[in-house]
């Protein structure tokens, strides 16, 4: 652009799903309709203590807080550790933010960090990591385990249950990376969103004290709302961990003006205290998972890692993108694996956010095709 302007998305990779277009037109033309299981989007209602919640504070006639309400706080730390077995920590620890996906592509240029900078990811995964590193303008590293890093990093990403392959990191391993982000000198957040769905392992947080043995020191676990209770059009999540880092991110969202509205703080606050409308929502995904998978090994899919979260992991050892034509060609949409890895993949991630009803249209359409 004229007059030595920069452009600050040049830099950036194209959208993963702008690149699927074609495949999702193709799939919208099976006589049975689309069946989109490409994105993670929930499908089901928000809970009506939720919307009854956001409701009854919608009066909000001034400026909300950054830092959210007391209550707010006292409850999220009341959750990390009733839940997730964190020590007891004050609320200068605690940060809600304008959903995770917020976090994760601001937290790199939040923590100041720059050209000198190295910012850790996970060799295969969700796009936003090497996003934020980029708009930051920091170097990217991937590494699936902390004997790859070479180099001093300082940010570290990892992703339990992981998106996209469903992975769960164990106690050791998470310990592992604790104890590379300590002699690194490095933030390590944990991306936490998907915790509450796990199939065939027990995910872990980064603040139990299994794992960080009471001291937060350089951790950030990061959680949101979207994927728990069905709240992704909030934009809810949260960050605990260290406070000398969550402190100075507070100043920075102070001056930056990223506050969560009033109304969607007091959802929030009503949703982390009701632990029931989490366990039926399991219970739906597990349903559509019990119906779904089944049906991808019978058409001859393998399915790899999927521990945990909202997808299946899948492959058939041919290109992801001929595995995306011919699934389209059955109605059916994936996200091709060449979203989370750098070059090609011959794996696709396979949603189980769609209704029960689609899911078991897809299951009918590869049984009928095998």
């Not at 507070?250 to 506050?259: I, N, P, W």
Request: net charge negative; hydrophobic share 40%.
């Amino acid at each position: 652009m004229g007059g030595g302007r920069r452009v600050v998305s040049a830099g950036l990779p194209t959208f993963p799903w702008d690149t699927i277009e074609a495949a999702k037109e193709r799939a919208a033309a099976h006589p049975g309709g689309l069946v989109d299981l490409s994105v993670g989007t929930p499908v089901d209602p928000t809970p009506r203590i939720v919307r009854d919640a956001l409701a009854e504070a919608s009066n909000a006639h001034g400026y909300p807080q950054v830092w959210g309400t007391p209550a707010l706080r006292q409850v999220i730390l009341d959750h990390m550790t009733r839940r997730w077995g964190a020590p007891a920590l004050d609320e200068r620890s605690v940060l809600p933010v304008i959903g995770s996906k917020e976090l994760v592509a601001w937290l790199p240029t939040q923590l100041g960090l720059g050209p000198d900078s190295l910012v850790v990811i996970p060799a295969c995964a969700y796009p936003t990591y090497r996003v934020g590193a980029l708009l930051a303008g920091a170097r990217v590293q991937e590494a699936e385990s902390p004997d790859d890093v070479d180099g001093v990093p300082s940010l570290i990403w990892i992703n339990s249950p992981s998106n996209p392959t469903g992975r769960i990191l164990s106690v050791g391993q998470m310990r592992e990376w604790v104890d590379l982000a300590r002699r690194s000198g490095a933030v390590l957040a944990s991306d936490e969103c998907y915790g509450e769905f796990a199939w065939e392992a027990e995910p872990v947080s980064v603040l139990d004290t299994r794992v960080c043995d009471g001291d937060v020191t350089g951790l950030l676990a990061c959680l949101s709302m979207s994927k728990r209770s069905n709240m992704a059009g909030y934009r809810a999540g949260f960050v605990v961990g260290d406070p000398a880092i969550t402190s100075e991110m507070l100043t920075v969202r102070k001056h930056s003006g990223m506050m969560m509205p009033a109304p969607v703080a007091e959802a929030m606050r009503v949703a982390l205290q009701d632990p029931a409308h989490v366990a039926e929502q399991r219970e739906r995904y597990r349903r559509r998972r019990d119906v779904l998978r089944p049906a991808l090994e019978r058409a001859g899919f393998r399915i790899d890692h999927s521990e945990g979260s909202l997808y299946l992991w899948a492959t058939r050892g041919e290109d992801c993108r001929r595995t995306l034509d011919e699934l389209a060609e059955l109605g059916i949409l994936c996200s091709p694996g060449d979203f989370y890895v750098e070059g090609s993949s011959d794996h696709v991630r396979i949603g189980l956010t769609a209704s029960d009803e689609r899911i078991r249209a897809a299951a009918d359409r590869l049984d009928a095709a095998h």
